[in-house]
Every structure is written in C-alpha cells, then in structure tokens.
C-alpha cells in the first residue's frame, strides 16, 4: 500500500512540476511575439527611410503590409487612435486621400488633440488643395510644443511661398 501511495506521489510531483515549467516557457515566449500594429509601425518606419533614399517601389510594398497588419489590428482592437492614425497615413501614402481621411476622422473623433492625427491629416489637407483646413490643425498643435507642430508649419509655409 505504501509503495503505491509513494508512486501516486512521485507521479503527481513529476506531472506537476512538467506543467509549470511547461507554462512558463511559453510565457517567456509571449513577450517577444509582436502585435500586428508593431509589425505595421517596423514596416512604417522602413517606408520613410526607403522614400528618403527615393525607393518608391520597396516603400509602397511596405506601406502595404503596414496597411494589411494595421487593418487586422483595428478588427482586434477598433477603436484605438493610434492604429487609426497610422491606417490613415498608409493609406494616404498609397495614394487614397478620401479613405486616409476617413481613418483620420474616426481618430480625432476619439481623441481630438491627438498630435500625430493633426499633423497627417493637416498634411493630407494641404496634398487635396484644403490649406484652411490644414490651418485649422495647425492651431490645434499650437501648445504642443513638439516636432509635429513645426513639421506642419513648414508644409503649409512652403505651400504659401510656392503660390506667390
């Protein structure tokens, strides 16, 4: 009897212990798997620098996977500015100015004072003619004192000087 009490112990301690250990590998494995919206803002942060270099094609093949990883993400997590944000960048970078703005829009419905919305879709209104409208969201980055601010002044200058 002692000795099947004694096996039935050893069995549980070994099957216990494998669990544990079991879970947690897997939660170490956890934190380095990234989100969809992290894979869209790497392929992001790639597109700018291949535009830079003036590699229009690799950069709008990334900003199309950014758009499709950004589009899961929002079914996971609607709502989010963040991920509104850049699902409206990306598309207006692929050239879909009135889907871009929508995506905007449905951000700063969210948070109005949003401050990477503002400056895009400033952008975006100065690249569609709306220059008033671009205005308008430069005056909403005004206190921000940020990078963003002085990005969009420079865009909406520059247009100002180009037309005189």
Known sequence: MNIKLLLVMIISIVLTSN?????????????KIKSNYDKAVAHIKSAKKYEKKGKTDKAKKKYEKALK???KANIK??????????????????????????YYLQGLAINPKHIGINEYLGELYVATNRVSLAKERLKVLETCNCEEY?????IIDGVKKSKY
């Open 19 to 31: 669990s544990f250990a079991a879970g947690s590998a897997n939660d170490g494995n956890s934190s």
């Open 69 to 71: 990883l950004l589009e």
């Open 150 to 154: 002085k990005d969009l002044k420079d």
């Open 77 to 102: 997590n609607p709502n989010n500015a963040d991920t509104l944000n850049y699902l409206g960048f990306t598309t207006r970078k692929l050239g879909n100015f009135s889907k871009g703005e929508e």
